[in-house]
């Protein structure tokens, strides 16, 4: 089950399923890759954060921690809101070491799997918003050590495109 909000925020055992959820955090504390997160300090809950790329590389893009490294063999949902900003690109999954991930990237309109260096991963659906904003659900499965890191941002080569997230979630099934 996939879930977001307040309910994920009640304190799980540290071996416990893996949740993180970015509703609210400062940016500030998230680690960063190339990438200013704005606004900063996020000021509420469900505010959107708006991630831009000031280096004008493809690669930079937030990865947000999660509580714990994931386990080989473990499976894990993730379901992000994002829509886009002046970036109508993205990429989004795990991150490992070396730079190594597995990886969505893409239009809203055409998502596609382009990386599994550490893992399979599958788009499980692609829900279309009124408001522009899209509900990504995606399902990895764990396949090398060192996965502490969901990442999102654009995929642009120019500088200050960015890209709106409004919340990320991940799960341990």
């Known amino acids: 089950m996939i879930g ?15 949740r993180l959820d970015v509703n609210g955090l400062r940016p500030d504390l998230w680690p960063r890759n190339g990438v200013r997160v704005e606004p900063d300090p996020l000021p509420a809950p469900f505010t959107p954060a708006r991630l831009i790329n ?26 992000v809101r994002t829509a886009d900003g002046t970036s109508q690109n993205r990429r989004i999954g795990p991150m490992g070491p070396g730079s190594l991930a597995s990886l969505l ?7 596609e799997v382009t990386r599994e260096q550490i893992g399979p991963l599958t788009l499980v659906s692609n829900t279309a ?24 941002g654009p995929e642009t080569n120019i500088i200050g495109r ?10 341990s099934a």
């Open 162 to 171: 960015h890209l709106t997230v409004y919340y990320l979630v991940a799960q």
């Open 54 to 79: 000031t280096g004008g590389e493809t690669w930079h893009r937030c990865n947000v921690e999660l509580k714990r490294p994931l386990r080989i063999g473990e499976t894990v949902w993730i379901r």
């Open 129 to 152: 918003l009124p408001d522009g904003s899209a509900d990504l659900v995606l399902r990895y499965e764990c396949q090398a050590e060192g996965v502490e890191f969901i990442a999102v």
């Open 4 to 18: 977001f909000g307040p309910e994920l925020l009640s304190g799980a055992p540290a071996d416990g399923p893996v």
């Open 105 to 111: 990237t893409g239009p809203l309109s055409n998502l």
